[in-house]
């Protein structure tokens, strides 16, 4: 018991934090120190009920003591009654040697009833220690989680940055891409004002017969509504 006990204060009075630094995975070492305390909690547990089986039990002799030396004080009266003193003697005679017995019980049962209450509020303040305990742990788990969560976080920002110097160098191919375009496109344009300026020049070029019979065409189309 006094194993536990110190296993107990050792582990309530230190900062489990620190303790869980040392290890390399502090989510298993505080599965450990868990199972540990269980372990220690369910032998804590059998040691109560035995202290206070021992306390039901003093109980219960000092009250069947009690109760026999009133039965034999009842007799005595009886055989009193009866005109049997040498009786009564024997029932008094009795009596006393329970009542001598009377203190001793009521001092076991005073002791046991003080272990009994003592290792019910061990116990009691065990089972809070456990309680607050096992809070840590999903605190700490909880906190190993988000620690896990935000070492990806920071893995996967590396391959976005990556994907960033990507993306700009995309842009300054698009950036060329366009300006090539441009340039494609200025010189289509100047090809396209050479090709005008022929065409004009061929207007002039045409022959006169031929403008003759376009314009005796319109004419006709004109006369006949069409």
């Keep these: 018991m006094a194993n536990i006990l110190k296993r107990f204060s050792d ?5 489990i934090n620190a303790l869980l630094d040392k290890a390399e995975d502090p989510e298993k070492m505080v599965d450990q120190y ?18 206070m089986a021992a306390e039901k039990k003093a109980r219960r002799d000092l009250e069947e003591n009690a109760q026999e030396m009133e039965k034999l004080s009842r007799y005595a009266q009886k055989a009193l009654l009866a005109g049997n003193e040498n009786d009564a003697r024997v029932f008094l005679e009795k009596k006393n040697t329970l009542a001598a017995n009377q203190t001793s019980l009521q001092q076991i049962y005073e002791t046991a009833s003080a272990n009994a209450r003592h290792m019910k509020e061990m116990h009691d303040k065990l089972q809070s220690d456990m309680s607050q305990l096992q809070q840590r742990k999903a605190a700490i788990k909880s906190k190993m989680a988000m620690a896990k969560t935000q070492d990806r976080i920071n893995r996967m920002g590396g391959s976005v940055t990556g994907a960033g110097e990507a993306l700009s160098a995309f842009d300054r191919m698009e950036e060329k891409a366009n300006r090539m ?5 200025a010189w289509s344009e100047l090809n396209k004002k050479e090709d005008t300026t022929e065409d004009l020049m061929r207007k002039y070029d045409q022959d006169p017969g031929s403008q003759a019979v376009e314009d005796e065409l319109a004419a006709l ?4 509504g069409l």
């Design 11 to 15: 582990i309530m009075a230190a900062n």
């Design 34 to 51: 868990i199972r540990e305390i269980e372990e220690d909690m369910g032998r804590v547990k059998a040691e109560t009920a035995a202290v």
């Design 181 to 185: 375009l441009d340039e494609a496109e």
């Design 221 to 224: 189309k004109k006369q006949m």
